[in-house]
């Protein structure tokens, strides 16, 4: 780890290299003009819920992005924050405490929490009575809504939620009625993975558990197409999960326990200074050091842009692609798309219908768009 650190001080000089044979081999895992629905999506349902997430999947996103933190007692949940404040009703189940840490709170304190509710209020034009008592996911939970299946709950709509003999909770699914057959990959973002060790080993276990991890179980193949009839198949094939994270200590521990055999994207922003060729290419040179075949970066604020037209033509030249988060507007989509020439190579979303159009209406993209936002959400119950 410590070799890979260093060594970026010296990979600047060969960023316009290309890739190695083997992350160019698995850069083509993932598609181009990729939709990549941000939490699912924070604008037609509560973020990081199952609501957002079966909307995401049914919509036709080819991702569904999450953010993993750990419960107290170890539980790997969705949520984006550091704390339960703005997105849960924390303040009225646990008075004193919406400033805690997420990692101070058991799962069944989490449990407890109403993730729905607090959207509704911020977004009464949007509101559904459906949305409250959303539960806050756990990891698992994405992979089977990507799967086509949702949370399996009591007569009550309370999830079922039981233990193993050794203490390990265990979470219950079911096919999802409303399931219209698209497949999305999950991108995960590792949150602050300095302040929890060994998160990148315990994620790689649970993929391998629950049969997403491409490097163990059987081989997957290769010709599996990304699209089927219409359909989002992502899940099925290669480029079924994407890992990514802003720290660079992360990025080297990605790399030893992935191997750099998984998609991978290192994260920046505009505030890293990217407006010299020098400050581009130390990126470039520790992206591709570190086993990244992508770069994740902002939208900027128009003045200091996240991924601006030397960046991108610098580490295109290098050999790395480029996802943008995160888009609310055609305004924004055509602006980096450039007039044929993308500034990025993916979209990361908050509304992966807006994006779906975009691409449909340029001629890149046949998948995915099952119908209006409001009438897909109908559809699934809510």
């Given amino acids: 780890m410590i070799f890979i650190l260093c060594f970026v001080v010296f990979a600047s000089c060969e960023n316009n290299q290309g890739l190695s044979s083997e992350a160019a081999k698995v850069q083509k895992y993932m ?15 509560p973020e990081l819920t199952e609501a957002a997430f079966r909307w995401a999947r049914n919509t036709g996103a080819d991702y569904l992005e999450i953010d993993i933190s750990f419960s107290k007692d170890g539980v790997p949940i969705i949520m984006h924050d550091g704390t339960f404040k703005r997105t849960t009703d924390v303040a009225v189940k646990f008075p004193g405490r919406e400033k805690d840490p997420i990692e101070s709170f058991t799962y069944q304190e989490i449990l407890q929490l109403d993730a729905g509710i607090r959207f509704n209020e911020r977004n009464t034009g949007r509101a559904r009575e459906s949305f409250v008592g959303q539960d806050v996911p756990v990891f698992e939970d994405v992979f089977r809504i990507a799967e086509g299946k949702r949370i399996k709950r009591d007569e009550q709509g309370k999830r079922i939620v039981s233990k193993s003999e050794s203490g390990e909770y265990m979470f219950e699914y079911e096919d999802d009625p409303a399931d219209n057959g698209n497949r999305p990959g999950v991108y995960i973002e590792f949150k602050d993975p300095e302040n929890y060790p060994g998160i990148e080993q315990h994620v790689y276990d649970v993929l391998a558990r629950i049969d997403w991890n491409i490097l163990e179980g059987e081989p997957v193949n290769e010709k599996t197409p990304a699209y089927i009839d219409g359909k989002v198949n992502i899940a099925n094939t290669k480029g079924k999960v994407l890992i990514q994270t802003f720290s660079r200590q992360g990025m080297a521990t990605l790399l030893d326990v992935f191997k750099g055999k998984l998609l991978c994207s290192f994260l920046v922003g505009a505030e890293n200074g990217l407006t010299t060729e020098a400050s581009c290419d130390e990126i470039i040179g520790f992206a591709k050091a570190t086993g990244a075949q992508f770069i994740g970066s902002n939208l900027g604020d128009g003045v200091k842009d996240g991924m601006s037209t030397m960046f991108a033509q ?69």
């Fill in 314 to 382: 610098r580490l295109r030249a290098a050999g790395l692609k480029s996802n943008v988060y995160s888009f609310n507007t055609v305004e924004q989509m055509g602006k980096y798309y450039n007039n044929g020439k993308p500034l990025c190579d993916g979209m990361i979303t908050n509304r992966a219908d807006l994006t779906l159009d975009f691409y449909h209406a340029k001629g890149v993209r046949q998948a995915g768009k099952q119908g209006k936002p409001e009438e897909v959400l109908m559809e699934l119950g809510y």
């Fill in 31 to 45: 598609v181009d003009n990729a939709v990549i629905a941000h939490r699912g999506t924070i604008y037609w349902a």
